[in-house]
């Protein structure tokens, strides 16, 4: 059974409102998520980043597809 390779893509999504609490647009990341899913890319991981008191700055999103 031949091995897959994989290549891996990490999308920083930023998040506005870092003060005020996290606004994220929701449409458009499903949008840019959608896309990449269209171009092979499968989202394996999201992990939120903050700068301490659950105070969210970005969200990172890692992604994986076949290499080609």
């Given amino acids: 059974m031949p091995r897959t ?3 891996y893509m990490v999308l920083d999504v930023g998040v506005s409102g870092f003060w005020t609490g996290p606004d994220l647009d929701g449409d ?4 840019k998520l959608n896309d990449l899913g269209a171009a092979g890319w499968e989202a394996i991981g999201l992990t939120g980043m903050n700068l ?4 969210t700055k ?3 999103v890692v ?3 076949p290499r080609g």
């Fill in 63 to 65: 992604l994986k597809r």
């Fill in 52 to 55: 301490g008191q659950g105070r």
């Fill in 58 to 60: 970005d969200l990172i």
């Fill in 5 to 7: 390779n994989w290549e």
């Fill in 28 to 31: 458009a990341l499903t949008a």
